[in-house]
């Protein structure tokens, strides 16, 4: 069974940064390309960032792209969202899923940024 446990989110002003880690395991994790994606209150899902199974290609929404970095440490099973500049309009649920659909997904880390 795809577990899936997203950490690191918080409250932080416009311009902050926050790292969100999501724990992986249930499945052969260096296999699998993952995702992040997010849903603001009252809205759907918005894909976010991917990164191959390797690591070694990473894809950017056009809203983030310039300011959040996805990475992987395939030893440590878990996936990684570094996030800097941040804008009000970030502010949403942050999930990580083995599909760019956001299906399966965790229970979700919120990250909210307000003055």
């Known amino acids: 069974e795809v577990q899936l446990v997203e950490s690191g989110g918080g409250l932080v002003q416009p311009g902050g940064s926050l790292r969100l880690s999501c724990a992986a395991s249930?499945?052969?994790?260096?296999?699998?390309?993952m995702s992040w994606v997010r849903q603001a209150l009252g809205k759907g899902l918005e894909w976010v960032s991917s990164?191959?199974?390797?690591?070694?290609?990473?894809y950017y929404s056009d809203s983030v792209k310039g300011r959040f970095t996805i990475s992987r440490d395939n030893a440590k099973n878990t996936l990684y969202l570094q996030m800097n500049s941040l804008k009000t309009e970030d502010t949403a649920v942050y999930y990580c899923?083995?599909?760019?659909?956001?299906?399966?997904r965790g229970q979700g880390t919120q990250v909210t940024v307000s003055p």
């Open positions: 990164i191959s199974s390797g690591g070694t290609f990473q």
């Open positions: 899923s083995t599909d760019r659909s956001g299906t399966p």
């Open positions: 249930g499945f052969t994790f260096r296999s699998a390309g």
